[in-house]
């Protein structure tokens, strides 16, 4: 169990468990529409069975040591989250990701998160190289993905179909030693 404080606003970064399942589906509900813009995340949760199911794959992915699901709650509500999607500690990456319900957004929680999360994998994991893949058309994805200094590595054209489009998927990524150096130069305190 952990409360992270993301700032003086409210803001926390917690484990985000099966037992949330009611208030993660009615998280979902309120934004489901513009989270699933370009992501399925959350699409098979439609009740609170299946909510449930999605917070333990989750859950038994973190026993696994393969990913993690953490919820971001502004003032007492859950408003969305950070996750690390793919974690392999042998070979030193991972892959993460997010998601934000309409009426938490601009105000920096995602990028906040991200920091902490990415911190943690590279300072306690020992991961060397963090993924973040993102549509090209999912502007904020990519806004988050530069203002955490990452590197757009190249595009993936058309490889991903949702929705029945098929999408460009840009792949950005950060090494631990330019995460370091940007920690070091301070780049890391804005929102």
Known sequence: MYAISLGDDGAELRS??????????????????????HIPFGANAIDADSARELLQAYADKRAADTGSLHGIWLDGKLVGGVLIRVFDAVHGNCEVGCWLEPAATGRGLITRAMRVLIDWVVEERGVHRVEWQASSANEPSIAVARRLGMTRDGVLRQSNSYRGVRQDMEVWSVLAPEWRAARARGAHKDH
């Open 16 to 37: 985000l468990e099966p037992w949330h399942a009611e208030e993660f589906l009615a998280h979902l509900d309120r934004g489901r529409e513009f989270i699933q813009t």
